[in-house]
């Protein structure tokens, strides 16, 4: 007849078994994997301590004592390495896993080839409760030492494990590390600290105990989803039940369920068979849910489908319209990539700088490009022979070129900037033929320096009459007619004034304004036009104050007629179109690496809306012509130019019926200043 203890025993090493393999076919963790292999060696210790209290030979006794606490053993050594693995499923450095196969080796001799660890004297066929005595008598401390070192050790290793991973990770190595405590504790208890302290009845309840170590360290990794809960409850459920029949088949004279038992399994029974149909039924409703959301699916794919192509063709269709628009462009487009090479060109590009696409598409053109036939593609490239046109604004240039013959072409160079990016993706440019534009140019310049001077000489030859006849030379002049006089002299002057205007903008238009540099005090030129714009005779003048600086002005380099005449220009207006009442203030200081000069008045002001024209040839603002119905608009176009020419800039502030302020900034640096002239065109 089996004894109970070891019927109970081998019950428990099934199940075990049981959970090892499931947990082993349900994870592919190897951590989680080495736990299956801990669980298999409980298996195995239940198994030997069923079998002590089977045995009836004292050599068997002696041996499955000895077996057990070996595998015991086994079992604090395999739980060590899970603890170094888990939870980050680190891979055990090779000292580890020679350290503990050294441990193995050696604790089989200790266990089986040695009285060290177990004494197998006294060892009698006793009852089986009595055999306890016997068993803890001959178990030596360094057991039970080697067995908490090992534990406490992975203790050790999952509170690490808790206080430097990831808190996802941590919280997988606190939750087993909790199971462990509360499956290990009562094993603990019957196995070691009451038979210490002389109870030795419960020890046969120590693998029953160490099934719920099994269970709550289990429970704790299928937490972190690492396994299939539902299917791990459903196949525990069904080996327990399987393993429940299997004893009361053949082993009814040893396990009597008796009526109580017998309700105890039909209701276990009853709720895993309610928990199969429900899971059954749920999985019908899910598979139910799974078809109509693939036929949503399905009709949603479709409809994406249809309008993934819809948009496809308007995509398609807007690419075409857009290559036909540069394709048939009359400019001249070229495209950039990022590291300069060429991955566009239009008929227009190509027929301007007699470059054949094919040949230079994927391309780059380098600075150094020898090839004739690229001349052209290399001066819009590089005008000058720089990369300065590529940047990250928009930047306009004039460039000629001599083959496949004399063009003068703009070229605008632009940027593209992608959506998220603050380098450019890119470059375009744009070349425009404005070779007819610039030869009707400077036609119509040389006309008007060729009628300017025509004129200049009848109207000098009519200011040096008037002047005589004003001045007495050819006798009294009558009061009567002195008044007509004075007013054609003065209508004389301002011909003169306008030809001399129409005369400078030609040579600024034609480069031949004749700048001579030198370096210059500043403050001395702006006296020297406030002197002269006070000195010139106006019907109406208003008040004039130059506020020289506190400490003096460094000296510019510059060309001081020029600059002189651009002050004289800027003075003379603010005078002019201030009333008489009126005040102008003109100062100059030095600010960072400039000098500015500001010229403010009082005057009429000018809108906001002619202020972007203001510097534009011929034009005039309406209450400029309202107040003075003459003036040619030239004077500010041809202040612009100068100021330009000495790499100087010119803002205006100003308010209508308030007055307005002019700030002309010259850089104190000559290297700011133009190597040649630039005519700046509006």
């Not at 269709?317 to 239009?346: C, F, K, S, W």
């Not at 040096?464 to 030379?473: H, N, R, S, Y």
């Not at 005039?620 to 041809?638: C, N, T, V």
Request: charged content about 20%; overall charge neutral; hydrophobic content about 45%.
């Amino acid at each position: 007849m089996i004894p109970l203890a070891s019927l109970v025993n081998w019950l428990i090493a099934l199940l075990v078994g049981a959970f090892g393999i499931i947990v082993y076919a349900g994870t592919t963790r190897k951590s989680t994997r080495i736990y299956a292999v801990v669980s298999f060696f409980v298996q195995v210790w239940a198994i030997s301590v069923g079998a002590y209290f089977y045995t009836e030979t004292p050599y068997w006794l002696v041996f499955w004592n000895r077996f057990n606490h070996f595998v015991a053993s086994l079992i604090a050594v395999f739980y060590y390495l899970f603890s170094t693995m888990y939870p980050l499923d680190r891979k055990p450095t090779r000292r580890m896993v020679i350290g503990l196969a050294l441990l193995i080796i050696l604790e089989w001799y200790l266990y089986f080839y040695s009285n060290i660890i177990i004494h197998d004297e006294g060892f009698t066929l006793r009852a089986s409760l009595d055999r306890y005595h016997d068993l803890f008598k001959s178990v030596g401390p360094l057991f039970y030492l080697s067995f908490a070192a090992l534990f406490a050790l992975a203790f050790k290793n999952f509170a690490k494990s808790i206080r430097e991973t990831e808190p996802l990770a941590a919280q997988e190595a606190r939750t087993v590390l909790i199971g462990t405590i509360m499956g290990f504790a009562p094993p603990v208890l019957v196995d070691i600290i009451l038979p210490k302290l002389g109870f030795y009845d419960a020890y046969w309840l120590a693998p029953v105990l160490a099934l719920g170590w099994v269970v709550f360290t289990l429970y704790s990794i299928a937490r972190h989803r690492i396994l299939n809960v539902r299917l791990v409850f459903a196949e525990v459920s069904v080996l327990v039940m399987s393993v429940i029949l299997f004893a009361n088949i053949f082993l009814s004279e040893q396990l009597v369920f008796g009526v109580a038992g017998r309700v105890v399994i039909f209701l276990a029974f009853a709720v895993v068979g309610g928990f199969f149909i429900r899971n059954i039924i749920q999985k019908e409703e899910q598979k139910e849910k799974l078809g109509i959301l693939t036929k949503e699916l399905a009709s949603l794919n479709s409809s994406l489908e249809t309008q993934v192509g819809e948009r496809t063709q308007e995509l398609t269709a807007q690419r075409v319209h857009t290559e036909t628009i540069i394709e048939n462009l009359t400019n001249g487009i070229v495209e950039y990539g990022r590291d300069l090479r060429i991955v566009r060109m239009n008929r227009a590009a190509e027929r301007l700088l007699g470059v054949e696409r094919t040949a230079v598409l994927g391309k780059v053109i380098l600075p150094t490009e020898e090839s004739p036939a690229l001349s052209s593609l290399r001066e819009i490239t590089y005008p000058r022979g720089t990369g300065s046109s590529f940047g990250s604004e928009l930047l306009v240039q004039e460039v000629t070129v001599s083959k496949p013959k004399e063009y003068e072409f703009q070229v605008a160079t632009a940027p593209i900037m992608a959506a998220g990016f603050t380098e450019p993706a890119g470059y375009i440019k744009v070349i425009r033929d404005i070779t007819r534009e610039k030869q009707v140019s400077r036609e119509k310049s040389e006309f008007i320096s060729i009628a300017a001077h025509q004129l200049r000489t009848p109207l000098s030859a009519i200011k040096w009459t008037l002047e005589v006849i004003l001045g007495g030379d050819k006798g009294v002049v009558p009061d009567k007619g002195h008044v007509p006089l004075s007013r054609a002299h003065q209508t004389n002057e301002k011909m003169i004034d306008l030809v001399n205007d129409l005369l400078n903008v030609a040579r600024i238009e034609d480069g031949r304004f004749g700048y001579v540099f030198g370096v210059h005090n500043i403050e001395e030129i702006v006296a020297a036009a406030v002197q002269d714009s006070i000195s010139s005779p106006k019907e109406q003048m208003a008040s004039v104050l130059f506020t020289r600086p506190e400490h003096p002005l460094p000296q510019i380099s510059c060309d001081p007629d020029k600059l002189s005449l651009a002050l004289h220009n800027l003075i003379d207006n603010a005078i002019q179109y201030t009333p008489h009442d009126g005040k102008v203030e003109v100062s100059a200081r030095e600010e960072g690496e400039n000098i500015v000069v500001k010229i403010q008045d009082s005057g009429i002001g000018i809108a906001e809306k002619d202020i972007p024209r203001l510097f534009s040839k011929f034009f005039r603002s309406e209450q400029a012509k309202r107040m003075r119905g003459d003036g040619s608009g030239l004077g500010l176009y041809i202040v612009h130019n100068i100021i330009a020419r000495h790499g100087g800039t010119i803002d205006v502030q100003s308010k209508e019926h308030v007055g307005t302020t002019f700030f002309v900034r010259l850089p104190l640096n000559a290297s700011s200043i133009p190597e040649a002239d630039e005519t700046i065109y509006y």
